[in-house]
């Protein structure tokens, strides 16, 4: 495994950190392995002004779109390339099992295609052109032009994934991009910052500051060079941040928090059914995923099934070193999250749901790691902050219902529209349902995200879309030019 330099990467140099270092604790083992560098607001200046030099005076915004879509390209093999070392270091920042980094949305496969995919749309970002409105005016046209700097803003859980998810198609629109990753997964974001300096980008398009969300976060949100920002996030940073972004008209996407349903009929294959929920909130990353499908929505007829099958999975984590190909759940972040964690639990009871398993500490691991027992609770009811607010951990609550319309209104009963399941053989059911749930994301009988299709949420979930061809548009502005 090769760690990446403890350097930041401003207008095409590595520089050293401005303040202290850094200690990366590794959740599975409470160990100091990485020093990371610590930017301040002196580094976030730097960085900006090279973007924002790159993007006025540079090459970058009016390069042939072909060249733009070989760098992509470019990027794409370097990942490629450095997989194996990618995934493992992976493994090393957040504690995603070995045993996952395989899935195709968690390794480095999944960004080396996104930066593939949004090397295709260079050339075809195309506009339109209007039949004659007045006599004196016989052309209208428009053109969609990149917005200018990109401030992108990645969390822990899914370092790779998400930081590709934002770069591709901020360079593939022709955009300058200062990117800030999460301080507590630094390694593969630097990683493949080593990586993209490879590419030879022209000075000042990509530049990383690492560092935590006070001062670094902040002075980059703050900084009124930056014309766009994109954050992945929780729901009460992604509002702060959308405050002081508009409050200078700049432009914002935000992919934020989800309570995701999962609903169950009485005709669905339960075994696929639980299995995707479970996996979701149980194994890899243990329900630290946006998208997790942490509320079990069973129909009344299947319902005691469910939780019997919920329970039989939970026994199925086990817990561990990482790279240990037998371990198949993460731990949690940090001490504090799994603090945080086991209080939701707690509160839960205390609000009278009842424990159908879990509930504190998983057992039989180290005390150093930061490991929470997988969790189902039942008898819990809408209203309750277990079934409200997004826990991030491994814990699932079960509620019933008795036909389609309350399923409908549970499901839609939360703040959050990220992401649904539906679980039926009844096709009519499946399109009836989904076309009714309020989500950005329906998956039925399954659950994926794919590089080319759009992902993003509805309501207090967020703001804007990413992977596709929405994904680069949000990148881009529309100009639309009249001819005389």
């Known amino acids: 495994m090769t760690l990446p330099r403890p350097q930041m990467f401003i207008d095409g140099s590595w520089v050293e950190g401005r303040a202290e270092p850094i200690q990366h604790i590794h959740p599975a083992s409470g160990e100091a392995i990485f020093h990371a560098p610590n930017a301040d607001r002196s580094a976030v200046d730097a960085a900006v002004t090279a973007a924002r030099t790159a993007f006025d005076d540079g090459p970058w915004p009016r390069l042939p779109g072909r060249d733009r879509a070989r760098f992509l390209r470019s990027i794409a093999e370097l990942i490629r390339s450095d997989a194996a070392n990618l995934n493992a270091l992976l493994s090393l ?259 009278g749901a009842q424990l159908a398993v879990g509930g504190g500490r998983a057992e039989n691991v180290s005390t150093a790691g930061n490991f929470v027992a997988p969790t189902v609770l039942v008898d819990a009811d809408n209203s309750m902050a277990v079934a409200q607010d997004e826990i991030f951990g491994p814990v699932l609550c079960v509620l019933r219902f008795t036909d389609e319309d309350e399923a409908i209104r549970l499901a839609n009963d939360t703040r959050y529209g990220l992401g649904a399941a539906v679980y039926t053989r009844d096709v009519n059911r499946a399109l009836r349902v989904s076309r009714a749930l309020r989500a950005g994301s329906v998956g039925v009988n399954s659950w994926s995200l794919q590089p080319h299709a759009p992902f993003g949420g509805m309501k207090q979930s967020g703001l804007g879309r990413e992977n596709g061809q929405a994904g680069v548009m949000e990148y881009l502005e529309t100009k639309t030019t009249f001819i005389s």
Not at 153 to 175: E, V, Y
Not at 279 to 305: I, K, M, P, T, W
Not at 306 to 314: D, R, S
């Open 93 to 351: 920042d957040n504690a995603t099992p070995s045993s996952f980094v395989g899935f195709y949305q968690m390794g480095a496969e999944y960004p080396a295609d996104l930066f593939e995919t949004c090397a295709g749309w260079v050339d075809k970002i195309t506009g339109e052109t209007y039949p004659q409105w007045e006599p004196n005016q016989p052309f209208t046209f428009t053109t969609h032009e990149p917005v200018g700097v990109a401030a992108i803003i990645t969390p822990w859980n899914a370092p790779m994934s998400l930081f590709a998810q934002k770069l591709a198609p901020a360079l593939a629109a022709g955009c300058t991009v200062v990117a800030k990753p999460s301080e507590l997964s630094p390694l593969v974001s630097l990683r493949m910052a080593e990586l993209i300096a490879h590419s030879d980008l022209p000075a000042g398009v990509f530049n990383i500051v690492t560092g935590p969300g006070d001062p670094v976060g902040t002075a980059l949100v703050e900084d009124p060079r930056v014309d766009k920002v994109s954050f992945t996030g929780s729901r009460d940073v992604g509002g702060s941040i959308a405050a002081t972004v508009g409050a200078r008209i700049g432009r914002v996407s935000l992919e934020l928090g989800g309570k995701s349903p999962a609903l169950i009929f009485a005709d669905a294959d339960l075994g696929m059914a639980v299995g995707i929920a479970a996996g979701n909130a149980f194994l890899g990353l243990s329900g630290q995923v946006c998208v997790c499908q942490s509320r079990v929505l069973a129909h009344d007829a299947v319902y005691d099934e469910v939780v019997a099958k919920l329970v039989g999975f939970a026994a199925a984590a086990a817990f561990g070193d990482p790279f240990d190909p037998k371990v198949s759940a993460a731990p949690m972040i940090s001490t504090r999250h799994m603090r945080r964690v086991l209080g939701h639990i707690e509160r839960a009871v205390d609000d």
